[in-house]
């Protein structure tokens, strides 16, 4: 057999390394189990991780460890290792029901539905065949047998590896009630459990199948994220452009991306422009101009234009890559709800197993009842015995809700982080670049004097435009938009703290703060503007403006600044010739997130390093009632902390890079808009990929309905086995119904309930 899909971080002779093995088989806890046991006991093997929802293992070993043998000791506990690899497994879902066990269970459901019809629907076709064993065999018998051959045959083949391993599983325990139930009717006259056995072998098989075709599902929505980057690119070398492999591009060559294909490496554009579909990165359905010098992501669709690119990363570290390999590893951080299931199948399986033999034994040897009706009944908790549904209910969840956010632009690291966000109850915003755009803008131009808007902007964009500051870029850039004309700089200097002069046209001009223009002599107090010819661009402010005159100090500049906004004035050394408002943009989204939040009794709360003016006005723009200002990057974690004291789950959202500490300080660490952000990606618990706050009050539904559907199936699995448990010793419950409700029933309901994550989507 090929196992070109393992993986090695060293070769074989090497003193240490890592295999990955591709189990397909290998799709719930007791299977992981069987194979960590057989693993277990290769030399050299020093650690071993399972991931069943993945169908993966593991494996880190050193010294003397030889990769085959790891492989071997696979195969010995009963799954075959595929080839091609982690992600080059058949994951159509479809497929389970063409694989050999399922054609399997269909040839023993059609034995049992003919011996069925013989028995009971037509009852004169059942022929006596032969006399053996001091019975009388008829037709309906062999049918039975056959039955139980066809579908009994793979679950005894795993039982006989669950007993060569010591694993006290559910292929061990069926065995042994598929066996002994065909044993009493072999050996014990007048006892016919055929039908029983038959059915047992039919429904299980059928459970089994349901349960991997749940888990394959799972697998395959994240399939679904190593399909979206392309295997090749077209490359320029020397003039000719080459189809090569994605892994043989290097970081700084140049790619073509023509209209309709994928980007197939995160890049910048250098040159063409293009809309660029970045659902695949974002989960944002709205295409994105791109331009030189923007950014592009691997796995994203050119729509319209031609597009080059120069390399930026590797396909290997990619932020789609990252993505995978954080979704992929965000399986292995076990939710506590996972962690109780496991310790309760701990114990929960030999208790049951015991009750089962002490059902079978006491009431025969005490009471002198009939020993095969109390064998029967043992073996019917010997099918109850092992919680597979309800163990495998728990992790299929939480693949679902992970991959399910993943595919909406949404970066889950952990089944802990979804359960944790489902509990939180507060939520602490950053204010720039969170519920701000992080982009500068002018709002408001106030022309004085004999100026007008356009005098004011022109005579701003000459002083500011070498300046590298971000509230000269935004002066610069509405400048610009507006048209205004051009004005020859010279002389240029900036005023460390307090702003810039250049000379305009050989006239001195300034342009900075108002404490700037205080101290150049002027008096803000009361300064005239023309009424005839003057145009206010924003709000006409003051009490003396009908006398045509302004207080910048006592009103204009404090209305200004209590709205968020950063006062620039312009001017010559004599004159003042306008006032200039910058702000930061509150985000289009920001306001319906925090309104959502609300209706699902989320508190927010706004902490920010700005000043007590500009935190109010954008508090009140988004509708927050409660935030801290002033706050330096320690105070903000001691803010944290103290939200932490007074609810008891905080989630803090910030960029990942500026709030890191905040971040870690709180339950749950969000990033905003971390694609292509190395440390947003790394350093958060939960990464919002794109710049919208709309996939917030999403992620806290998807969490509490995760965690409801975790609830639900784990009590529902919980009451089924504990009714199921109490009724069969009593006579209630038979060993047809035993597997009926308590395993296909079970594992259908509890894997059904799972899938429904996948259809949460965000608002639109």
Request: proline share 4%; charged share 25%.
């Amino acid at each position: 057999m090929s196992h070109s899909g393992s993986s090695q971080a060293s070769d074989a002779s090497g003193d240490e390394g890592t295999l990955t093995l591709s189990v397909p088989e290998m799709d719930c806890p007791s299977c992981a189990s069987k194979v960590e046991g057989s693993v277990s006991g290769v030399e050299g093997v020093t650690d071993i991780d399972t991931v069943p929802t993945a169908g993966k293992v593991r494996v880190d070993y050193g010294g003397p460890a030889d990769p085959a043998a790891v492989v071997a000791a696979v195969e010995s506990a009963g799954y075959e290792v595929a080839s091609g690899g982690p992600e080059g497994t058949d994951d159509d879902p479809g497929s389970v029901w063409r694989s050999t066990r399922a054609m399997k269970t269909g040839l023993a459901g059609a034995f049992l539905l003919l011996a069925l019809a013989v028995q009971w629907a037509v009852p004169g076709t059942n022929a006596a065949l032969f006399t053996a064993l001091g019975q009388e065999w008829v037709l309906a018998d062999a049918f039975f047998v056959g039955a139980i051959v066809a579908g009994g045959q793979v679950i005894v083949r795993n039982g006989y590896y669950s007993a060569r391993n010591l694993s006290l599983d559910i292929d061990f325990l069926m065995t042994a009630a598929i066996l002994g139930a065909t044993g009493l009717t072999l050996f014990v006259a007048g006892e016919n459990l055929f039908v029983e056995a038959a059915t047992l072998a039919v429904l299980f098989n059928l459970a089994e199948l349901l349960e991997r075709y749940s888990v394959t599902r799972a697998r395959r929505s994240l399939e679904e994220l190593f399909s979206l980057a392309p295997e090749t690119a077209v490359v320029r070398r020397n003039g000719e452009l080459d189809e090569v492999p994605v892994d043989a591009v290097s970081v700084g060559e140049e790619v073509v991306v023509e209209p309709g294909e994928k980007v197939p490496l995160d890049g910048t554009v250098t040159e063409g422009e293009s809309a660029i579909n970045e659902a695949p990165i974002t989960g944002e359905s709205v295409p994105v101009d791109k331009r030189p010098g923007d950014e592009v992501f691997a796995g994203t669709i050119n729509q319209q234009g031609y597009l080059e690119l120069r390399v930026d990363a590797e396909s290997s570290d990619s932020t789609l890559a990252r993505i995978i390999d954080l979704v992929e590893g965000a399986q292995e951080n076990r939710t506590e709800r996972e962690q109780f299931v496991d310790r309760f199948a701990g114990y929960y399986t030999p208790v049951v197993t015991a009750a089962a033999v002490l059902t079978a034994a006491i009431p025969p040897l005490l009471w002198g009842a009939y020993w095969v009706d109390w064998v029967v009944r043992g073996i019917a908790l010997l099918v109850i015995a092992c919680p597979c549904a309800f163990v495998i209910s728990t992790p299929v969840s939480v693949v679902s809700g992970i991959t399910s956010a993943a595919r909406n632009g949404v970066l889950i690291k952990g089944g802990d982080h979804l359960e944790t966000t489902g509990e939180v109850d507060a939520v602490a915003f950053d204010k720039t670049g969170t519920l701000t755009t992080g982009e500068l803008a002018v709002t408001d131009v106030v022309p004085l004097g004999d100026n007008d808007a356009e005098d004011v902007l022109a005579c701003a964009r000459g002083v500011e435009r070498r300046s590298e500051h971000p509230i000269s870029d935004a002066i610069v850039d509405h400048a610009d938009e507006a048209s205004v004309d051009e004005r020859e700089v010279t002389d240029f200097e900036a005023i460390t703290g307090k702003g810039v002069r250049a000379d305009l046209d050989g006239t001195t001009h300034y342009a900075g703060k108002p404490a700037f223009f205080e101290d150049l002599g002027f008096d803000l107090d009361h300064v005239h503007f023309a009424t005839d010819g003057g145009q206010v661009v924003g709000k006409p402010r003051s009490q003396c403006e009908r006398q045509g005159c302004l207080d910048l100090v006592d009103e204009t500049i404090p209305e200004l600044q209590a709205e968020g906004k950063t006062v620039i004035l312009v001017g010559t050394g004599d004159a003042l010739e306008g006032v200039i408002a910058v702000a930061d943009s509150v985000r289009e989204d920001a306001k319906r997130a925090v309104e959502r939040l609300r209706e699902v009794d989320v508190e927010p709360v706004m902490l920010t390093g700005d000043n007590e003016g500009t935190a109010r006005a954008i508090a009140d723009a988004v509708g927050i009632d409660r935030y801290e200002a002033e706050l330096l990057p320690e105070e903000k974690v001691e803010a944290v902390e103290r939200l932490r004291g007074e609810y008891d789950t905080v989630a803090m959202v910030g960029d990942g890079i500026n709030d890191a500490p905040a971040l870690a300080a709180a339950d749950v660490g969000i990033a905003m808009g971390a694609a292509g952000t190395d440390t947003a990606i790394e350093t958060a618990d939960i990464a919002l990929m794109a710049d919208d706050l709309s996939k917030l009050p999403y992620l806290i539904d998807l969490s509490r309905t995760a965690n409801g559907v975790i609830r639900q199936n784990i009590w529902a699995s919980l009451a089924v086995k504990a009714i199921l448990a109490v009724g069969i010793p009593l006579g209630y419950v038979s060993l047809v119904l035993a597997v009926l409700a308590g395993d296909v029933g079970m594992t259908t309901a509890v894997t059904g309930n799972a899938m429904r994550l996948a259809r949460l989507s965000p608002e639109e």
